[in-house]
């Protein structure tokens, strides 16, 4: 069948999807979800067929979205042959995962293939993520997936050794150790390109929180060039073509709200791999609010890292570490900002816990890297400022400039919570602690979220201040304060 080409100037996000006029598709037998072959020239792309009732897109006429233009390099009303395709090969592996049977090497190629290709829908993909997530890959599995991973994507070539990288599987709040961590291992001589993902259910993610500072969106050239000039960089994986099939997957999750085990494993892993690390320090918080609930748990997980480390050739540590309680005072991208330089300056406000994590995280990359006395180095290039320093020289690589924390801005709507009662903090819900952080706005809005002002273990007197919620909206900041008020999200014993 031959039609005419509709640019309906609409985008996908990823999906290469067509709208085809409900007549149109009836002559074909076409409904919603199945897929067609469009050409054009030489050219031709597989694409989802949507189905138009209106006048959207007449009889005639095929609409295509931003992705499928893109692809076949069409203009508005050019001709096109359209022709029923088959469905995806991955379908069938995707059902039999569904199904508790084991995928082959073959089977999640196909799958990562077309995942990267954006054959799979969004809700088919979501069926591969709730396939992994209710029936866990088996290690060999894993391992297949999270090299399939690096294979579809670039990589991030450097002729240096050693190269360092680290990862916390999250589900803290606060938690910010990465914007800490890289300046130290830089500033000692040492090789750190971070790649750092955004907020997926948290108020902030780390490429969320540097972004408050710098730009975190570049190419893999530009990435090379700071990682040339500074030994380090902070920026968003999701910018790069770097295991692509993972941003595809992570984007379904966010809405979910879940981590399928074996694809926070390859997940992790690939973005490792494919920016050339040979040393990594994987951070496992464990509590009864983090992801990780329990020692259990955590100690099954550090096996699992293990072990793909071993069969990728990788040096990997792995540090299960205290998940009870929100890491540091600000929750939300510019509070841990604020936190973060506050903490390389040296500040009396600076964050004691997360401090304290970050220097026992440098000392076991030391540690992994044969350099004794790591605590010791990593307090003497912070007490130095030479820390602080390297932050500002990856800052102004980034394309930022240098700020004091006290210039960054919080939101203006703001609500002290206080206790209720006098007597000894026993228990901070994280969960509760972040949904405050994320109704108020946290993390599209950068200044909204919460900051702490007691942790576990302190004494607080009957109207204490707990926290304080920030947020840049009106409307969200109500909501905020009326959830906190109902959840109070911290035990006074």
């Not at 993520?129 to 391992?143: G, L, R």
């Not at 920026?235 to 085990?261: M, S």
């Amino acid at each position: 069948m031959k039609l005419r080409a509709k640019d309906l100037d609409i985008s996908s996000g990823g999906p290469l999807i067509a709208v085809l006029n409900g007549k149109d598709a009836a002559l074909l037998d076409l409904h919603v979800m199945d897929r067609i072959k469009i050409k054009k020239g030489a050219k031709i792309e597989t694409v989802v067929v949507d189905i138009a009732q209106g006048k959207i897109v007449p009889q005639g006429k095929v609409g295509i979205f931003e992705e499928v233009i893109g692809s076949l390099k069409l203009r508005n009303n050019d001709e096109v042959e359209i022709s029923i395709a088959r469905k995806p090969l991955s379908l069938d592996y995707i059902k039999k995962k569904l199904d508790g049977i084991k995928l082959s090497k073959k089977e999640i190629d196909q799958i990562v293939w077309d995942i990267v290709h954006n054959k799979l829908s969004q809700v088919e993909l979501a069926y591969f993520v709730a396939a992994c997530y209710t029936n866990v890959m088996s290690t060999e599995e894993t391992i297949l997936l999270t090299k399939s991973m690096v294979e579809h994507g670039d990589m991030l070539k450097l002729k240096r050794y050693p190269v360092i990288d680290k990862h916390s599987i999250g589900g803290i709040p606060g938690n910010r150790t990465t914007l800490v961590i890289v300046p130290i291992i830089a500033a000692a001589g040492f090789t750190m390109p971070k790649t750092s993902s955004r907020s997926i259910t948290s108020p902030a993610g780390t490429a969320d929180t540097m972004e408050v500072l710098a730009n975190v969106v570049f190419p893999i050239k530009k990435m090379k060039e700071i990682i040339m000039k500074t030994n380090g960089c902070i920026i968003w994986g999701g910018a790069l073509n770097l295991a692509p099939a993972d941003d595809k997957i992570i984007a379904v999750e966010r809405p979910l709200e879940i981590d399928a085990e074996s694809q926070l494993l390859a997940s992790i892993m690939a973005k490792k791999h494919s920016v050339s690390s040979t040393h990594i320090l994987i951070d496992i918080p464990s509590g009864k609010d983090a992801k990780v609930k329990n020692k259990i748990e955590a100690l099954r997980l550090k096996k699992e890292f293990e072990k793909i480390g071993k069969r990728l050739k990788k040096h990997v540590r792995v540090l299960i570490t205290d998940g009870s309680q929100p890491i540091g005072n600000g929750i939300g991208p510019a509070l841990e900002a604020r936190d973060v330089l506050w903490l390389l300056k040296r500040d009396p406000r600076r964050p004691v816990d997360l401090e304290k994590k970050c220097l026992v995280m440098c000392s076991e990359i030391f540690d992994l890297l044969g350099v004794k006395g790591g605590y010791k180095k990593a307090l003497d290039i912070l007490n130095s400022g030479n820390a602080y320093r390297k932050m500002v020289e990856i800052i102004k690589a980034q394309n930022g400039r240098e700020v004091a924390a006290e210039d960054i801005k919080i939101g203006k709507y703001s609500f002290d919570a206080v206790s209720a009662k006098s007597g000894r903090v026993i228990d901070i819900d994280n969960i509760i602690i972040s949904r405050i952080a994320r109704i108020a706005g946290a993390p599209h809005d950068k200044g909204s979220g919460l900051y702490l002002y007691k942790h576990i273990g302190d004494q607080v007197r009957k109207g204490d201040k707990l926290f304080t919620i920030y947020s840049e909206s009106e409307h969200e900041f109500e909501y905020a304060r009326d959830f906190a008020k109902k959840n109070k999200g911290f035990l006074v014993r």
